[in-house]
């Protein structure tokens, strides 16, 4: 079955600071997969998303994310972070065939100080 | 800004009280998903619609019951919940539900309270 690992529950980085947050999946076939950012009390917004070509992807907000089919990775950065960064990541996939499920990763929680 | 409305924004509500929650999507897309969402973790799926029809029920209690209305709308009507219901429901929506790359577009989510 397909699965997604977040295996930090959350990080904590000083404003200015690079930032790597972790996601692993497990599945068969080439994976959609898609990074998706939830501040505070809001819904959840879509921060980039990879289907095939390129490993590196580019997202919003000066993110990116780079495919990895040998370690089963999709690892999230941010080169400098933002005190407006602070928020909880979900990292999600979806099934190869049929694809109305995604399936989210526990999430991991982005602290940020000062 | 999002281009999934929901409303309200917060919701409290008795045992037996029946309320909706409501959900409008203007892009075009086919599929509308409600999910729900505790505290600190990842949205659950609870129903997928798609072309108005419905697809996918995640084995959710029937004090839950969707409708759409049309493909524009989805709404989710409440009736005797219990308080462990109490979370974020969030409503999405995706072009179709045919492509495994569609993606997903959520709304702001329903804060709901059952007292």
């Known amino acids: 079955a397909q699965s997604v690992t977040q295996p930090d529950i959350h990080i904590t980085v000083s404003e200015g600071a690079s930032l790597e947050l972790r996601c692993n999946y497990s599945?068969?076939?080439?994976?959609?997969l898609f990074w998706y950012v939830q501040s505070p009390g809001q819904g959840l917004q879509l921060l980039l998303k990879?289907?095939?070509?390129?490993?590196l992807v580019q997202g919003i907000k000066g993110f990116e994310a780079e495919f990895k089919r040998s370690q089963s990775s999709f690892n999230l950065r941010k080169p400098s972070v933002h005190w407006s960064d602070a928020a909880e990541y979900f990292c999600a996939v979806v099934r190869g065939t049929g694809g109305f499920k995604t399936i989210f990763g526990a999430g991991t929680r982005l602290f940020v100080k000062a | 800004d999002t281009e999934v409305t929901q409303t309200p924004k917060h919701l409290v509500m008795g045992m037996t009280n029946k309320k909706s929650l409501k959900c409008e999507q203007h892009?075009?897309?086919?599929?509308m998903y409600w999910y729900k969402q505790k505290a600190k973790k990842p949205p659950e799926l609870m129903f997928v619609y798609s072309y108005e029809k419905l697809s996918i029920n995640e084995s959710v209690p029937s004090r839950f019951s969707p409708e759409c209305p049309n493909s524009s709308l989805l709404n989710l009507h409440l009736h005797a919940l219990q308080p462990e219901d109490s979370a974020l429901y969030l409503c999405a929506s995706s072009q179709d539900t045919g492509y495994s790359g569609n993606t997903i577009y959520f709304g702001e989510g329903s804060w709901l309270t059952v007292v």
């Open positions: 599945y068969g076939a080439t994976p959609y």
């Open positions: 990879y289907f095939s070509g390129d490993t």
């Open positions: 892009m075009g897309h086919r599929a």
